[in-house]
């Protein structure tokens, strides 16, 4: 019988369990290995989603970027003919995270890859933002080095602009209000920016405005879980 790999979403915000779906819940349940980006956050997450699943009764392995030693370990519950869940920090595995790693040795060896609904904030900001849904590009982290930094904003515009995209990217959260600074400098008056902040928490904040329309706006993300989108 075939290994199914369960790609179960996590919460974004850790009081947001009202958006991960009961058969969640049951996918769990049927499994009998985790593959964690981080396995405290994952074990205080399916303790906060199921009181009566016991953490202890599986095997747990941290993915580390997926490094060769843990896709022998998957490859090797795989062929026992076990179910794996693979757990990700927050939002949907394989999106922006290193299960994809896992997922395309799941794919080699022929197993049952089952994706399962829950928060993407890039597909929540992307859906908030008014900006074009039909032609988008995550892009990931932007260079830490200034320069470099702004090359890639303005290589972004001018994408952006040919393609009619929207260009989606983030940032290391103590560095968000740096990365602002650098967009409204470097972009033009009429490029909009969407700022999407703490998505499904409390505190969410989503708003698409133009450069120079920002630029009268007191802006302040120290910290925050924030997604970029850009529309030239």
Not at 9 to 35: G, M, R, W
Not at 74 to 99: H, L, M, T, W, Y
Not at 109 to 119: C, D, I, R, S, Y
Request: some cysteine; overall charge neutral; proline content about 5%.
């Amino acid at each position: 019988m075939s290994s199914i790999v369960y790609l179960v979403p996590c919460v974004l915000d850790e009081n947001a369990t009202h958006t991960i779906p009961p058969y969640i819940i049951d996918a769990v349940k049927n499994s009998q290995v985790i593959f964690a980006e981080n396995e405290r956050t994952a074990r205080r997450f399916l303790k906060s989603i199921c009181k009566e699943i016991v953490i202890d009764d599986y095997e747990w392995f941290a993915i580390h970027k997926a490094e060769e030693e843990q896709k022998n370990n998957f490859r090797q519950k795989i062929r026992e003919g076990k179910n794996v869940s693979i757990i990700s920090e927050a939002g949907c595995p394989g999106v922006a995270d290193p299960g994809q790693a896992l997922v395309e040795v799941a794919q080699q060896m022929n197993a049952v890859v089952k994706p399962l609904v829950g928060p993407s904030s890039i597909l929540l900001a992307l859906m908030a933002s008014g900006m074009n849904g039909q032609h988008f590009e995550f892009v990931g982290y932007l260079p830490i080095d200034n320069n470099e930094k702004i090359k890639a904003i303005r290589e972004m515009e001018i994408t952006s602009q040919k393609k009619n995209s929207t260009q989606i990217f983030i940032e290391t959260p103590y560095r968000n209000d740096q990365l602002i600074e650098t967009l409204l400098k470097t972009c033009r008056p009429g490029t909009k920016i969407c700022i999407a902040a703490e998505l499904t928490g409390p505190g969410e904040f989503v708003k698409t405005k133009t450069v120079a329309d920002w630029k009268h706006e007191k802006t302040g993300f120290h910290k925050k879980p924030v997604i970029f989108l850009l529309m030239a």
